[in-house]
């Protein structure tokens, strides 16, 4: 296997991979033997909750941790074995605006990570212009770090990411704390960084960024990768009998659960937007069942508008497991 | 070397903005060397007591220099074992632990770059608080024998930051820095002959005292600087036990580190804390 990974250089290969974490005692299994193979140059997603087990793998992918069982290769370096070479040929960003020193100026930390990525002279200096022209943040890189706000404080940490320009890049949630502008510049780098060529593993639980960018998807739950695809593929999981049906009004406190204890009601997810209220059920059957909805809803919301939804990864996240992808999922599977 | 070096210029551009903390750095040696006067005047009755007393086991060699050069060399130990778990912990906190773990400079060279750097501010402690106490006391510290003994003490520092890197181990493992610290800190204070030459001591912990080398740089500074007895009564057969303890205590030092880091590793990783 590892002869034909190393021809297949910047490939990114997860075999049974499964990570325990925790004591004798309490043993809690954050990767349940997970399998991925992403090619070169892709832009791979991998969407799940809180706790299913994203970081967990690109720490591994980036040798922050090691496998409990099974294998990884990252570039056609082996994480366990060959570090060194691993963490040579990616970047990464995962600890969101944490990672740098806040004592130093933006520019300092781009220095320090540079020499310690093996850059030095002109081609470190160059690399800081490039990287900090292309962020947008070069008026501001002479402040001590400490001094940016949340957003900007990201900004220079994907910098940091980039700064030896990597062939791969393992972004875990690089928007997180952004506010839309920035979070938006950041997703058009990540398009342009990958049309160079460049292969990045990007997790999110927000699913307009994963299929705004994602050439495929890996979802994930409970550490097991659950379902595998372009997002095309993984919304065609939920066509046939079944549709999608949002209702917006007042929805009241016992209207999800009326409406999941229906026959016909595969999954049921109820949220706000634009200050109004909502329920986005994915239903099988059709108009015998959205009748239903209505009478059961009755006394329990005023509904404004039904409507039938596009279908998005969300909505596969709840064909799939039943539950919303906003659901924390840390303590386990119940 | 150039990561080493990185991560020096770093950590000198961080003390540069913050000049204070070399203040703070000057105030513990003081504290040291007033430690054990106020405690010996306090026992004798008067300071002219407490020194007779201290003639009695040391005679012709003047307190106050031996108690100076004693808190100025463990400066420097304190400072290399301080900068260490601090540093470790510090990141660990700040999450930049783990964004140097990312980078494919060894975890040696990061740890050399952060060695420099607390040698340096030791040193600018040791000669500052040296000079200031020289210039008040007139004891005649300054002079071509400091040179021997600063020789001896960037020998004795060797070892010095094996030790640190298994202060860097605990850190890490019981997650815990201050109460760590303050107890190896003052532990050493006191084994390493500080206070007392380590050949007043019970014979089990005269044998502990001999396995550190901070025991060897403080009897070996002094007996350089001040013509106290070296601790083996030949200069020659302390630095040799010196020399042994550089190779041995880095070796332990950076293997416990490794296999602590590799532990880790296989389980939650440097981040929880």
Same mark, same amino acid.
């Given at each position: 296997m590892k002869a034909v990974l190393t021809r297949d250089l910047w490939k990114i290969y997860v075999s049974k991979v499964r990570k325990l974490f925790g004591s004798k005692t309490h043993r809690v299994e954050a990767l349940r033997g997970v399998d991925l193979e992403i090619e070169n140059g892709e832009i791979y997603g991998i969407l799940g909750p809180n706790g299913a087990g994203k970081t967990t793998l690109i720490k591994i992918l980036t040798t922050l941790l090691l496998p409990t069982k099974g294998t990884a290769f990252v570039g056609g370096h +082996? %994480? %366990?074995?060959e570090p060194k070479k691993v963490r040579s040929s990616i970047g990464a960003m995962l600890m969101g605006e944490r #990672? *740098?020193?806040?004592? *130093?100026t933006g520019r300092e930390n781009l220095e320090l990570f540079g020499k310690l990525h093996g850059l030095g002279g002109g081609r470190l200096s160059s690399r800081i212009d490039y990287v900090l022209e292309l962020l947008g943040i070069e008026d501001i890189a002479d402040r001590l770090f400490e001094s940016y706000s949340s957003g900007q404080k990201m900004l220079f940490t994907f910098a940091r990411a980039i700064i030896h320009d990597p062939p791969i890049l393992l972004l875990d949630e =690089?928007?997180?704390?952004?506010d839309v502008r920035n979070a938006r510049k950041i997703r058009e780098i990540v398009k342009e960084l990958n049309s160079e060529g460049k292969t990045i593993i990007y997790t999110t639980h927000q699913m307009h960024e994963a299929e705004e960018l994602c050439d495929r998807i890996a979802v994930l739950d409970y550490g097991r990768v659950i379902a595998e695809g372009t997002p095309a593929e993984l919304k065609s999981m939920i066509r046939g009998s079944e549709t999608v049906v949002v209702i917006r009004g007042i929805i009241g406190p016992g209207a999800l659960d009326a409406v999941l204890s229906l +026959? /016909?009601?595969k999954s049921a997810e109820q949220g706000e937007e634009g200050g109004e209220g909502f329920l986005r059920v994915i239903v099988e059957g059709g108009s015998e069942v959205l009748g239903s909805i209505i009478e059961a809803l009755r006394g329990r919301a005023r509904i404004h508008s039904v409507e039938q939804g596009v279908i998005t990864l969300e909505d596969v996240f709840m064909h799939l497991t039943g539950r919303s992808l906003s659901q924390d999922t840390r303590r386990g599977p119940a | 070397m150039r990561a080493a070096l990185a991560v020096f210029k770093a950590w000198m551009t961080i003390l540069r903005r913050y000049p204070g903390w070399l203040f703070m750095d000057l105030l513990w040696p003081f504290v040291s060397v007033a430690f054990p006067v106020v405690i010996g005047t306090a026992v004798a009755g008067s300071y002219a007591k407490a020194v007779q007393n201290f003639h009695q086991r040391l =005679? /012709? %060699?003047d307190p106050l220099a031996f108690f100076i050069l004693g808190a100025a060399t463990m400066s420097v130990i304190s400072e290399a074992l301080w900068r260490f778990g601090t540093f470790i912990r510090w990141q660990q906190r700040v999450g930049t632990l783990e964004s140097l773990l990312l980078t494919p400079a060894d975890t040696t060279s990061i740890l050399a770059g952060i060695s420099l750097y607390s040698m340096t501010r030791a040193m600018i402690t040791f000669f500052g608080f040296i000079t200031i106490s020289d210039l008040i006391l007139h004891l005649g510290l300054l002079g071509p024998r400091l040179l021997s003994g600063i020789a001896l003490i960037f020998l004795g520092v060797l070892p010095v930051f094996g030790m640190s890197m298994m202060l860097g181990v605990f850190v890490l493992w019981f997650r815990e820095v201050g109460n760590v610290v303050s107890i190896v800190e003052w532990g050493l204070y006191t084994i390493s #002959?500080? *206070?007392? =030459?380590?050949?007043?001591?019970p014979r089990a912990i005269r044998v502990i005292s001999a396995l550190l080398p901070s025991t060897w740089m403080v009897g070996d500074v002094r007996a350089v600087v001040l013509g106290t007895q070296y601790l083996l009564g030949n200069p020659v057969y302390d630095l040799m036990v010196l020399g042994l303890m550089v190779p041995a205590w880095l070796f332990a030092g950076r293997a416990t580190f490794g296999f602590v880091l590799g532990r880790l590793k296989r389980g939650e990783g440097v981040s929880r804390f």
């Open positions: +082996d %994480v %366990v074995r #990672g *740098l020193f806040w004592k *130093l =690089p928007t997180a704390t952004m +026959d /016909g009601v | =005679p /012709g %060699v #002959g500080v *206070l007392y =030459p380590v050949w007043f001591f």
